[in-house]
């Protein structure tokens, strides 16, 4: 069966034993496994348990409490060192409807890295990995991408990873800055021209879908293109045709459509700026990319990353290193990167002190709660469980019992429904149940 996948894929008993593998993912993880013997979690993760006894999330485990398909984005460590994949966990049954074990189809995400890598999408955070595993869905197929984000959160660099990863690769890929464009200048460029259209039209033009033929077109700050110039855009989008400036023949186009904003465009929608039909034609998979305070645990690795590039190797002090993770990082990313090259510029030594950092980041105080996620918001809302206070340290507790204790406070005081919280503790609702069943903790949720 798994011959047939031309994906690397592996067949894995419920006790975690590899039973069979195909060649795809022998040519793709040159890592050496003994069927029938060697399990999932030594071969792909050197771990010697189950990754969920690791702290990493499982999809085997989410696959056997809800027998269905579960999917993960994890690191994989080869041969080769590691590498990012897109994980899908199928559960197989056989003819009687019992479970014989699960399909795990992998993909290698060659966009991204968990170390610093020129050109790659670089993190390690769990907001990360949920933003990798939309990219790589949406790179599978043609579907319209909306990409929205601060300013500097990485738009340019997912859109250019979803051109990478998809069937148009090897063809254009063509960016248009929508900003600060006029309706004539704006459709000229899109569109070419011919010649005598226009005073200085003094020979035929061929315009940026023409150029994008086969590729992808990426229309960065969408939200800045006049609503003049949006019906014209509908036209394009809706039936990929397009006529060049003073030009009577209608043109076929062929592109695949990313576009990029750091406005919220339904909002644009609400007050009139944007029109909705165009908002529905381009928001066929909205990806939303975190920003920096909202991943925080990626600051050390994408300021190695930044430092790596810079031509006179130096490393952060980890006092500088514990300044930028307290920093709210309003430019996001670019912000990041401004800071690291001027502080590199600004040491003396081979070691970059708090010291050489940017007064913005010295004397802004700390805004860890700026522009929370949903799901962050709600834990925020809850009130702070200070442990110093509330356990007492005499003997170091298990994590088990830190756990319960945890869950316990959050109970007490949690009103909202048990979907939101379980969506919270980043665990499904059936394991949130488990939980609180084997802890004796009862709740009043909505
Ligand atoms: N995950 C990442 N790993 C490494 N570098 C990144 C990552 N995300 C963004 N960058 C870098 O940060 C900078 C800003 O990224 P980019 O231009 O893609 O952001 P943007 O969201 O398109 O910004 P804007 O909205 O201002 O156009 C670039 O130098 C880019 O290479």
Redesign the pocket.
Known sequence: MIDAIDKPAIFISPDYVIEAVNKPYKDTYPVNIKLGFSTCYQVSHRNSKPCNECGETCPMQESKETEKVASAVHIHSTNEGQSYCDILMRPIFDGQGNLIGYLEILDKLAF?SNTPSK?????ESDA?KAMLNKINRAAKSDIAVL?Q????????????ALHSSSYRADKPFVVIECTGLTDTLFESELFGYEKGAFTGASSNKKGLVYAAEGGTLFF??IGDVPLSMQVKLLRLFETQTYRPVGSTVVKKANFRLIC???KDIYALVQTGEFRQDLYYRIAGFPIT?PALRERPT?IPL?AE??LRNLSDKKRLHKNAIKRLTHYAFP????E??NIIEQAALLSNESVIGECDLPDTVLRTAPKKHAGLSKSSALVAKQPTLNMDENLILDAVTTLEKAEEFYLKKVCQHYSGSMEELAKALNVSVRTLYRKLQKADISIKTK
């Open positions: 991204a050109g790659k999408l670089v993190g990360f990409l984000g601060e300013t500097g959160t990485g738009k340019e660099l997912v859109s250019q960065d700050e990029a904003s750091h990319l990626d994408l990353h930044i430019g996001n990313i670019r990041l990167k």
